[in-house]
């Protein structure tokens, strides 16, 4: 009877410690959302509220949700479309852009927005003390443009030489207050950055300085405040929005997608193909610790190209990102109509670039490939880890280069470890990964095609092209930078794309298609192709 | 109690010798990738179905096995003895020396150990070399909360009136040690070893983030129990609950292994 | 001659001063170990910026001198314990926000976290280390130690993006990881004494069970179960980490993380200060007040 006691106690005992655990942690239920409140969540904190610092993309999408810009590229149509300024007009062929502002513009705290803060907002960007990345996009060929302020509602801004794509580089640049430095500083976009807490929560709420109204006149943005989240884990991001805590999620992996799916039909949506792809390349750079016997391997045309046509990428396809996604046929994207090269086709398996490698003195014996010289053929591959799509490619890769008898080491590393080999230390063999395009346009790319850019990734930073191809392809890239036609742009780099469609420095494997959710609740939504694809016209969004 | 011993000793040696004997029976290599079966549920060909790469679940659950448990428990070894080392060490002058490095060593963020490993391993390392570092380590780096345990143990056990009578007979320290405390912190050191093994099974996949542990197309079982993580798959797909179940039924038999000298009133 | 006070107030005092400075050591040499692993770990030198192609080499190099913290190893470390002794514990390269106001916002989360699971791993492993010995029906004796085994292979963030996205309360996530270990040697520790010579010997001398447990069992194995919540603690808080990390709790564990993925040395710093200090400050508590209890006994 006693130990019947002393149990029944122990059982109390342990439901108290049950009941009070329940009483101090209680349901993390969110709390419902208030009236025209917007909410999704992003995956990290941004580094900066400052717009001139926006290096990552939480970073940036804050900065485009709050940032006042001259101009703005209309992701769907992908024409340049006017915002602070009411116009603008390109000048000494395309060297020098005149812009007329608004009236009456004005920072969220209230203060007046004009063309002063306009050409302080572009010195600082421009000032190499300040390390903006947005004034990598305004250089030109290591020189500034001049500012000239005309009035308080014209500013010209003239270059040297001709600045490619001029007008659509304002997209980029958010017009910063007086207290860019400050904790949560004013803006001049749509939104303002109202509360911060590190690690949970970012309130941004509607700017009441905005100019922009709607075509009954009625003051835009039609939502009052932004509620966003910072979570990373991807199921939780899913269970939110599957309960209607969450009204939207970009960039949905296939698995996700797949599930919303099944689970919230007509709420996930595949836009189709994406500027991204994801791809490898092997490690040629002379300075690299990769023993001499790779290095020409990596360094050979016909063993690039045996690789690449060994990978099934359909299987990539169907088995990755379960049919969302396209095999890439070069370095831009078949989703972007304008720049991609249509001469080129799709990347597909071909036994026959072995067959050709084969004919120049390696072996397959046993099971594995030799090389002329004797040595088996076999090279480490690292990724970032975390990235499921990412590794579960490596291991398909991995399978593909078996059969040919090519034995791959897969190495996942976090990303900070990764980006010094890559970047700083050269020690590593190959590498798989990913690009994210923010712009159509591919001016941006300069810094990886060309020989003596910091991210000619398979051999940075050249004294001098290591090899013919690749000096043509400097030609072109700077040819195309001070090129203003853009047909004259497009034909120069057609024939870059072509270049390395044959050379494959870099071996393309995909372009993933752009996966959303989105609430059926929110209406106004114009997909577009690049970032931010679903909030680029967040003040039309209700 | 015997017959519970009895079931718990057969139920270990049976999942231990599937997995260890499962080359023999199943017809799947755990690497080959049956692409055109792919995320497959249980059929006759593919008894607990296939993975999203279209591998054998069956047979890379037993190759999982068998390694995980191996590396596990060798790793769970080597920190209980660091940990009675240290607890013997602990009546020595070096009592508070060792009590502070056991508290630094608790505190410490290990990971940044792992990567540094990482870093000074090549990237062409072995599989077996990676993963039997990856659980030296593991092993070293568990000794101080086994070791704290132990010493806890020991400066009490020698401190009972029972051990200062057998000192007071004359009886030397050794034979106090192995007479005396030995069988009581021999308890404790089980316990901590049977909580060890399945800590370190699990942890291992954790190590994967790092760049250590099983690499492709290697798995173990810390590897297929992490993809549970992302529970869209448990209800659409309960088999992929097995290798839970699988560290489970080890862990639950090796707890009922335990033995009992009589009932106690 | 007699002297003013008597010997074991004295005692304490001294062994308290040594108890603090040894703390303090502690927490010092904790933080050097913990700076000197991040710092010298590959990755730290790296920023995204590196791989970001619209970059220019020289505005990524501006991006790392305004990131640059830690460089020098040795002047970092003196200015550090320099301003920390003022409270200032830097700035969090990640969130943007100063570490001390980092941690005392999200103290009270991670506290919570861990006293709920903490409280409910004992009281599971009391009520089921009791059965498991003091039961005799065998089914239920074992049932308790499968539930125990049971516990062992379940991983912490698995429960705890289960239970975070069924509504329930994550600190049970917690409370799984520590089960297992209070458990088994709580346990351990029930049987070893209920079998000694002196209580049985109490035992057939018609000692009430309430005098026994308390005299007999309670007492003797309270410095095991002081150094038993020192380990839970630590286990706690190691299980917090990717707890938090994935299900979204503000706190300290969360942070953690994040300065790790991120080599944020201030932050990692402030963390394993907070760590550290928690840590020595149980295990030197527990020798402290446990030393008398030893000396008494062995003058007797």
């Given at each position: 009877m006693k130990r019947v006691t002393i149990t029944v106690a122990a059982i109390a005992v342990a439901a108290l410690g049950a009941l009070t655990t329940c009483a101090l942690n209680g349901a993390s239920a969110a709390a419902p959302a208030a009236n025209h409140q917007l909410r999704f969540s992003i995956p990290g904190d941004p580094?900066?509220?400052?717009?001139?610092?926006?290096?990552e993309s939480n970073t940036e999408l804050i900065r485009y949700l709050t940032g006042g810009v001259l101009i703005r590229v209309d992701?769907?149509?992908d024409t340049a479309i006017p915002e602070l300024a009411e116009s603008w007009r390109l000048t000494e062929g395309g060297k020098a852009i005149l812009f007329h502002l608004r009236e009456g513009l004005h920072f969220s705290d209230g203060s007046p927005l004009t063309t002063a803060d306009v050409a302080r907002t572009l010195t600082a960007a421009l000032?190499?003390?300040?390390?903006?990345?947005a004034g990598d996009t305004f250089r030109s060929a290591g020189t500034q443009p001049a500012i000239e302020i005309r009035s308080p509602r014209d500013l010209l801004i003239r270059y040297r030489a001709v600045k490619p794509a001029l007008d659509r580089?304002?997209?980029?640049?958010a017009i910063a207050p007086?207290?860019?430095?400050?904790?949560?500083p004013a803006s001049?976009?749509?939104?303002?950055?109202?509360?911060y807490n590190p690690g949970s929560t970012i309130i941004l709420r509607r700017?009441?300085?905005?100019w922009k109204r709607d075509s009954s006149g009625a003051?835009?943005?039609?939502?009052?405040s932004i509620h966003i989240d910072i979570q990373s884990n991807r199921d939780i991001q899913l269970a939110r929005f599957e309960r209607g805590e969450s009204d939207l999620i970009g960039g949905l992996n296939p698995e996700t997608f797949d599930r919303l799916a099944r689970?919230?039909?007509?709420t996930a949506h595949d836009a189709g193909a994406s500027l991204d792809s994801e791809f490898l390349w092997f490690n040629?750079?002379?300075?690299?610790?990769?023993p001499e016997w790779k290095r020409k391997w990596f360094s050979s045309a016909l063993f690039r190209h045996a690789i690449s046509s060994s990978i099934h990428r359909e299987d990539l396809i169907r088995i990755v990102y379960k049919g969302h996604a396209r095999a890439a046929?070069?370095?831009?994207?078949?989703?972007n109509k304008f720049w991609f090269n249509p001469k080129l086709k799709p990347l597909a398996y071909n036994a026959g670039a072995l067959n050709a490698l084969l004919a120049t003195g390696f072996t397959l014996k046993g099971g594995a490939l030799r090389d002329a010289s004797g040595h088996a053929v076999e090279f480490s591959l690292i990724t970032n880890s975390g990235n499921r799509e990412r590794e579960r490619m490596a291991a398909l890769i991995q399978s593909d280069l078996n059969r040919i008898g090519v034995r791959v080491n897969i190495v996942t590393l976090d990303f900070g470890s990764l980006i010094e080999r890559i970047?700083?230390?050269?020690?590593?063999e190959a590498c798989l990964l990913g690009f994210a395009n923010?712009?159509?346009?591919?001016?941006?790319?300069m810094n990886v095609w060309l020989?003596?850019?910091?991210?000619?990734?398979?051999?940075?930073?050249?004294?001098?092209?290591?090899?013919p191809w690749e000096a043509r392809i400097d030609q072109l890239e700077l040819a195309q930078a001070s090129e203003a036609s853009r047909a004259q742009r497009k034909k120069l780099l057609d024939e870059m794309q072509e270049i390395v469609a044959a050379q494959e420095p870099i071996i393309y494997l995909v372009n993933p298609d752009y996966l959303y959710a989105l609430s059926p609740?929110?209406?106004?939504a114009r997909p577009?192709?690049?970032?931010?694809?679903?909030?680029?016209?967040i003040e039309w969004l209700r | 109690m015997t017959r519970v011993r009895v079931a718990a000793v057969s139920v270990l040696v049976g999942v231990l010798t599937m997995a260890f004997a499962s080359p023999a029976f199943?017809?799947?290599?755990?690497?080959?990738?049956?692409r055109d079966h792919?995320?497959?549920?249980?059929?006759?060909?593919f008894l607990l179905g296939t993975d999203d790469l279209g591998r054998d679940r069956l047979s890379r659950l037993a190759f999982a096995t068998r390694l995980s448990v191996a590396l596990a428990c060798g790793a769970a070894a080597l920190s209980v003895l660091l940990g009675l080392a240290a607890a013997a060490l602990s009546?020595?002058?070096l009592n508070k020396p060792l009590a502070v490095a056991t508290t630094i060593s608790l505190s410490l963020p290990w990971m940044f150990v792992f990567i540094i490993l990482r870093g000074m391993?090549?990237?062409?390392?072995s599989a077996a070399v990676s993963i039997g570092l990856t659980f030296a380590v593991m092993g070293v780096a568990g000794w101080a909360l086994p070791g704290r345990v132990f010493a806890a143990s020991v400066e009490q056990y020698r401190a009972s009136e029972w051990v200062m009578h057998a000192r007071a007979c004359g009886m030397s320290e050794t034979r106090i040690w192995t007479a005396h405390l030995w069988p009581h912190i021999r308890s404790i050191a089980w316990a901590q070893f049977r909580a060890l093994v399945p800590a370190y099974i699990l942890a291992e996949a954790g190590l994967g983030l790092l760049g250590l542990g099983v690499a492709e197309p290697a798995t173990s079982l810390g590897n297929l129990i992490a993809e549970?993580?992302?529970?869209?798959s448990i209800e659409t797909?309960?088999?992929?609950l097995a290798p839970l179940a699988v560290l489970a039924i080890i862990t639950t038999s090796i707890e009922l292994l335990r033995g009992r000298a009589r009932v106690l009133a | 001659m007699i002297t003013g006070r008597p010997p074991a107030r004295r005692g304490f005092a001294w062994r308290l001063a040594g108890a603090a400075i040894r703390l303090a050591l502690i927490v010092v040499v904790g933080v050097l170990i913990c700076a000197a692993l991040v710092r010298y770990?590959?990755?730290?030198?790296?920023?995204e910026a590196d791989i970001d192609?619209?970059?220019s080499r020289e505005t990524a190099l501006a991006v790392h001198e305004r990131s640059k913290?830690?460089?020098?190893f040795p002047a970092f470390a003196l200015d550090y314990f320099r301003r920390a002794v003022h409270g200032d514990l830097g700035v969090s390269r990640?969130?943007?926000?100063?570490v001390t106001d980092l941690l005392r916002d999200r103290i009270s989360a991670t506290g919570m976290l861990m006293v709920a699971g903490i409280t409910l791993a004992w009281a599971a492993a009391l009520m089921l280390a009791w059965v498991a010995v003091f039961q005799p029906v065998m089914f239920f004796r074992s049932g308790a130690e499968v539930l125990a085994g049971i516990s062992l292979a379940i991983p912490a963030p698995v429960i705890a993006i289960a239970f975070f996205l069924s509504g329930a309360p994550v600190s049970a996530a917690l409370a799984l990881a520590i089960l297992p270990r209070v458990f088994g040697t709580i346990r351990e520790l029930l049987e070893d004494v209920w079998r000694s010579p002196a209580l049985v010997f109490a035992r057939a001398r018609g000692l009430s069970r309430t005098a026994v447990v308390i005299r007999y069992v309670a007492l003797p194995i309270a410095p095991q179960l002081a150094a038993l919540i020192g380990v839970s603690l630590v286990l706690a808080f190691g299980s917090a980490i990717p707890v938090e990390a994935l299900c979204d709790v503000a706190g300290i564990g969360q942070l953690a993380w994040r300065a790790a993925l991120g080599r944020d040395l201030p932050l990692l710093c402030g963390v394993a200060m907070a760590i550290t200090f928690l840590v020595a400050l149980v295990h030197t508590s527990t020798e402290l007040f446990h030393a008398p209890t030893s000396q008494a006994e062995r003058s007797r």
């Open positions: 580094k900066s509220f400052d717009p001139l610092h926006a290096l992701r769907a149509t000032d190499p003390k300040e390390g903006s990345p580089l304002f997209d980029q640049l007086k207290n860019r430095s400050a904790r949560l001049a976009g749509p939104f303002f950055v109202a509360e700017n009441p300085w905005y003051h835009l943005p039609f939502f009052d689970t919230r039909p007509g040629q750079a002379s300075s690299a610790s990769v046929a070069g370095p831009i994207s078949t989703a970047a700083k230390t050269g020690a590593y923010v712009d159509e346009d591919p001016v941006e790319e020989s003596s850019g910091p991210h000619h990734a398979w051999s940075p930073q050249e004294k001098s092209p290591a090899t609740r929110i209406h106004g577009g192709i690049s970032p931010p694809q679903l909030l680029w016209n | 199943v017809p799947h290599p755990y690497e080959e990738q049956y792919a995320g497959e549920p249980p059929s006759r060909t009546l020595s002058i391993l090549p990237l062409n390392t549970l993580q992302h529970t869209g797909s309960p088999w992929v | 770990s590959p990755g730290f030198e790296s920023e192609a619209r970059l913290t830690g460089e020098n990640t969130f943007n926000s100063p």
